[in-house]
């Protein structure tokens, strides 16, 4: 068995204590679940990539709060990073209970070679790059393969009751929603054609619009300011 992956245990103080522990390299975080007293944690900024890692194909984590007996099962929920040094925020995550199910999404990826894009010229287009759905955490996968082999001409499709989903692994999306399929190339004078469509159907940018923006700029600063308030 992996050794768990230890989570330093730290007093919530809001952000000039989050400020102070990432001078430090360490990431603020919590660790929470369904019924489960929540948890602040703090954990090196490079042990991340460690925690993906762990994560592998299943995105389970075996995780130990220091002070607390016994390792967890988790995965991580959302990490933030700062848009502009790409330096770790905040963390959460999700610890799991054995024996209930998880509403969560698993990555398609997308495999093989299709005749009509190869001999055709076509255009791959994918509907969907994720699938929601729901299993218990034994059966949790975090990605899925989908063969394109299938799409010869421009008329196949891949629909999601053709994707043969891994044991205890169920979606909410319909049978026949379509997952790929293949467009068939378009000519230079049809592009040519929507080119121009665009041009001259752009209207002009009036003073209404102006303020529209100006005024969306004051509710998006707004929001972060309140987003920011919530964030420690």
């Known amino acids: 068995m992996t050794a768990a992956i230890a989570l330093e245990q730290r007093t919530p103080g809001g952000k000039v204590s989050a400020r102070a ?3 430090q390299s360490l990431v603020p975080g919590v660790l929470y679940g369904d019924h489960i007293e929540s948890r602040h944690f703090a954990i090196a900024a490079n042990q991340i990539p460690t925690l993906y890692r ?3 194909s299943s995105g389970l984590i075996d995780v130990q709060v220091a002070g607390e007996k016994d390792a967890v099962k988790a995965i991580i929920q959302h990490v933030e990073r700062d848009a502009v ?30 005749i ?16 929601p759905i729901e299993c218990l955490p034994a059966d949790l996968v975090n990605h899925f393969e989908v063969s394109i082999e299938s799409l010869k001409t421009f008329e196949d499709v891949i629909r999601v009751r053709d994707l043969a989903l891994p044991t205890g692994v169920v979606t909410d999306l ?35 619009e102006k303020k529209k923006e100006e005024g969306e700029g004051a509710e998006a600063i707004n929001s972060g300011k309140e987003a920011e308030s919530k964030k420690e």
Not at 103 to 112: Q, R, S, V
Not at 176 to 200: C, F, K, M, Q, Y
């Open 21 to 23: 522990l990432r001078k």
């Open 54 to 56: 762990a994560g592998g």
């Open 85 to 114: 040094s790409g330096m770790y925020e905040h963390i959460d995550l999700y610890q799991v209970r054995m024996d209930r199910k998880l509403h969560t999404e698993m990555h398609l990826d997308f495999i093989g070679e299709s």
């Open 116 to 131: 009509a894009v190869k001999d055709l010229a076509g255009i791959l287009v994918k509907q969907h790059d994720v699938l």
């Open 174 to 208: 319909p049978g026949d929603e379509i997952i790929a399929a293949v467009s068939e190339p378009r000519s230079e004078e049809e592009l040519n054609a929507d080119l121009s469509t665009e041009v001259t159907t752009k209207d002009p940018e009036v003073l209404t």
